[in-house]
């Protein structure tokens, strides 16, 4: 063989192992690449499942302390004390007559001229409303129940053309010792209001219950 075909050999196979070994580095250096991706991708599911368990934990807290203050209100209003129109505790099934007499007589005075008046409630829908279903529920212990709901149907329709005479009705029941107290007439609109403004309401409670007016 001939000194020149020896060198051509000897080139070839020169380069092939060069390209042999040029693939082999590469694949090797893919393989490291793919396995230090892989590795990454490991170390940071921890931590997606980490931060998720933080967030469930934060979420299950802030739901412990809703729940605690939702029934912490449930509690406060469980203890409140119910209050009728009138300020106290009365039920409508615990009225009586003299109540029914009473705060007729209180709520008139808001409307009649009289020279003494003592006691007074302002006339109003939800009151009237309240006192009619009272005297529903215990009319068989009321023995002028058709009086009463008389009274206070015409007061409701904002009729009072009679209200002196209403006032005086309940306040002999009552006992109309005192002449000054009987009612002469009906106050202006005007009158009406300033004795609104410069009277204040009774505030009472049942059982001998009281309260901050």
């Known amino acids: 063989m001939s000194q020149r075909k020896k060198f ?22 893919i393989k490291k690449i793919e396995d230090i991706d892989d590795s990454k991708n490991v170390n940071s599911t921890p931590n997606i499942n980490n931060q998720q368990d933080n967030s469930n934990v934060n979420n299950n807290t802030e739901s412990i302390i809703d729940d605690k203050n939702e029934n912490a209100e449930d509690i406060d209003e469980a203890n409140e ?30 409307k009649v ?9 302002e006339i ?8 009619l279903e009272a005297i529903n529920v215990s009319r068989e212990h009321i023995d002028m129940a058709d009086q009463y709901e008389e009274i206070l149907y015409r007061w409701r329709d904002g009729n009072f053309n009679n209200v002196a005479e209403d ?14 107290q009987r009612a002469t007439g009906v106050l202006s609109d005007s009158e009406e209001q300033e004795y609104i ?11 001998d219950e009281t309260i901050d007016n």
């Open 124 to 131: 109003t829908n939800e009151r009237i409303d309240w006192l």
């Open 81 to 110: 004390v119910k209050l009728n129109p009138f300020g106290n505790q009365k039920k409508k099934s615990q009225i009586n007559e003299l109540d029914i007499i009473q705060y007729i007589h209180w709520m008139s005075h808001q």
């Open 167 to 180: 006032h005086n009705f309940v306040w002999e029941i009552l006992g109309g010792e005192k002449e000054c």
């Open 197 to 207: 403004n410069n009277t204040e309401q009774i505030y009472e409670l049942y059982e």
């Open 113 to 121: 001229r009289a020279e003494d008046k003592c006691g007074f409630f």
């Open 8 to 29: 051509i050999i000897g080139v070839s196979v020169t380069a092939i192992l060069s390209i042999f070994i040029g693939l082999s580095v590469t694949t090797f250096l």
